[in-house]
């Protein structure tokens, strides 16, 4: 058995052929590289920047709404003590200008007559009979100045206070009561201030 072997001889290829057929690539100056690098950096921190820019704000918004939510928290509390503490005030008013007004008819009973008169004024003539309802403190006051009246009838009533009166007729009823006479007041206002507005 004998085999051949064939032989090959091999030979390097040429290294001035092969190296004049490759791309190398493209050499650049300093000042090429440093001009790439430095529009690579703006472009980064272009991006970077917006990036950041649009993150901070969405976390800007995410707080503004949690801070609304947290205002809002407050004022609804606040808004319902507004309420009372008006409530409260408007009847801490009404007691003050009663013990003010109280005292004022005792020092000069004929402040409560021209109230009587204003009443009467109000009511017309064409009811007939009126009952007029007075303190009666107010009453054993004003009886002799009231008792030329025409068609009033005076009546002592005890739920009044020192001030007040009730005046009825046949289709009018006054009520001359401090409450009375402050809401129609505070209405009053209350209408003035809507109007300028």
């Given at each position: 058995?004998?085999a051949r072997?064939?032989?090959v001889?091999?030979?390097?290829?040429?290294l001035?052929?092969?190296?004049?057929d490759?791309?190398?690539?493209?050499?650049?100056s300093?000042e090429?590289?440093?001009a790439?690098?430095q529009?690579?950096?703006?472009?980064?921190?272009?991006?970077?920047?917006?990036?950041?820019?649009?993150?901070?704000?969405?976390?800007?918004?995410?707080?503004?709404?949690?801070?609304?939510?947290?205002?809002?928290g407050?004022?609804?509390p606040?808004?319902r003590?507004?309420?009372?503490?008006?409530?409260?005030?408007?009847?801490?008013?009404?007691?003050?200008?009663?013990a003010?007004?109280?005292?004022?008819?005792?020092?000069?009973?004929?402040l409560?007559?021209?109230?009587?008169?204003?009443?009467?004024?109000?009511?017309g003539?064409?009811?007939r009979?009126?009952?007029?309802r007075?303190h009666?403190d107010?009453?054993g006051?004003?009886?002799?100045?009231l008792?030329?009246l025409?068609?009033?009838?005076?009546?002592?009533?005890?739920?009044l206070?020192?001030?007040?009166?009730?005046?009825h007729?046949?289709?009018?009823?006054?009520?001359g009561?401090?409450?009375?006479?402050?809401?129609?007041?505070m209405?009053?206002?209350?209408?003035?201030?809507?109007?300028?507005?």
């Amino acid at each position: 058995m004998s085999a051949r072997l064939e032989v090959v001889r091999w030979t390097a290829p040429g290294l001035e052929a092969r190296h004049a057929d490759t791309d190398l690539p493209a050499r650049h100056s300093v000042e090429e590289l440093q001009a790439i690098e430095q529009a690579a950096y703006d472009e980064g921190y272009a991006r970077g920047h917006a990036e950041g820019l649009a993150s901070g704000q969405a976390e800007m918004r995410r707080m503004l709404a949690q801070m609304e939510g947290i205002l809002d928290g407050f004022t609804r509390p606040l808004a319902r003590l507004d309420g009372e503490v008006a409530e409260a005030l408007g009847e801490l008013a009404v007691r003050v200008a009663g013990a003010l007004i109280g005292r004022a008819y005792v020092a000069d009973p004929t402040l409560l007559a021209d109230l009587v008169q204003e009443a009467l004024d109000a009511m017309g003539t064409t009811t007939r009979e009126v009952e007029l309802r007075l303190h009666p403190d107010d009453l054993g006051v004003l009886a002799p100045h009231l008792a030329g009246l025409d068609g009033v009838r005076l009546v002592a009533d005890a739920t009044l206070a020192r001030g007040e009166l009730r005046l009825h007729g046949e289709s009018v009823r006054i009520d001359g009561t401090l409450s009375a006479r402050l809401q129609s007041v505070m209405q009053a206002m209350l209408e003035a201030r809507e109007a300028k507005r």
